[in-house]
């Protein structure tokens, strides 16, 4: 069909389900037999994925480029930045790290050559696909943002793109967020269309409402989603992991906890939950110590709340243990940082649960793995990735896998505590099997497949025809 056309999902603020409605919208136009790619201008999220070649981009994109089924790149998320905290962010621009900058620091980038970044990114893919279904970023309203805003309707304005604002009722004030996001977004001639999100009740006592809207903003209604039950799909950012539910696997919440999306297979089967006191261990099959973004704070909060001791303890008296990146380095004897990349001082000590040191470069560690390893007697074969700065000086334990690029992990003698640099490592049938004793009845990947069929079949039938059959015609 020539060049691609941009839809673009925007949102009266954040957790409006502009992540969700982008994947959906991605798989029902793939269904329809067309090319669709996912594009978000600039995320803020620490949760990440490593892509074939090396290159970081945000979760929730490989995710929407699943249901597009496509393979992602960096392109689909030109900008990601990373919270640290204290007013500080890892940058990460095409892909790759560009290390830690202040607010003012990435502030000025993203007024400068960031624009160029996203506008190279864009053309890349609206040559390639016939749609780029992309996503905007929080509010699209920010207008004191509005110097540094890359990813609202600057993007649809310069890309003549069709503009589709969404807004969660359960937040309260929906129709009010509609109509003052229009009026005060940077472009708001490229907003045409509106979807009511996250409906529950009645839809007939919104109508008059609806109405109304579409009178006072120009804006189409173009459908009202209901909330859909038991939808278990990866979050974005923290906000999407604030409450989980199980009673098996503990999963430490430490302070600066990063990569949320390596425990969503126990979210999925609703075995996870959070430890953030030495009483919370008690009746727990096992402990997971998930990955850090300041390993070292977060070790003190162990010591302070007294988890260090417990977990030596939990142990002790054969409760498994695993670690993932920051994790496995808290689990080790001792972690160096003699170039202060990311501890603020030379050395620290470990939980000592593991014989393994630990030392920090300069270079950060991003790439897809292929591993195999054994667990319980059974032999495992699948993919996972790295992103992480530190990496082990020495290993006195067992490894705990093989890679293509040689062996990785550590697996203690009493076969109970793992430590790994490997995320993804849960959506191994037989590493969660390990871990929560509980078999699959179906793979992580089999689940996850399901549900973004069943989220996207939701968004489908709720939508208007007529007005999807527009945005696709770019009306």
Known sequence: MGRGKLIHILGTSSNAGKSTLSMGLCRIISNMGYSVTPFKAMNMSLNSISTEGGFEIARSQWLQARAARIMPDWHINPILLKPEGSGKSQVILKGNSIGRRSL??????????????????????????????AEGSGSAAEINLYDRDLANTWITHEFNGTGILVVNIENGGAFSSLYGTKILCQYPEVMKYFIINNMRGNQDMLMEGVKKIEEMTGMKNMGIVPHLEG???PGEDSLDYERIYGKRVGIIR????ENYSDIDPLIQMGLGTYVKSSDQLEGLYSVILPGSKNVSADLEFLIQSGLDRSLGEFADKGGKIMGICGGYQILSRNIRDPANVQLGRPEIKGLNLLKTDFIYEGIKTVSSVKYEGRLNGEYFDVKAYNIHYGMPGNNEEIYFVNTDSGREGSINEKLNVIGTNLHGILENSTVFHWLTGIKRVKSYEEALEENIGKFSENISVNLKREQLMDVLDGL
């Open 231 to 233: 939808n278990h799909l």
């Open 254 to 257: 430490y302070p600066f906890f």
């Open 104 to 133: 003012e620091e990435y502030g000025e980038i993203l007024r400068t050559e960031a624009r160029q970044i996203v506008k190279e990114s864009m053309e890349f893919l609206l040559n390639r696909f016939d749609y780029v279904v």
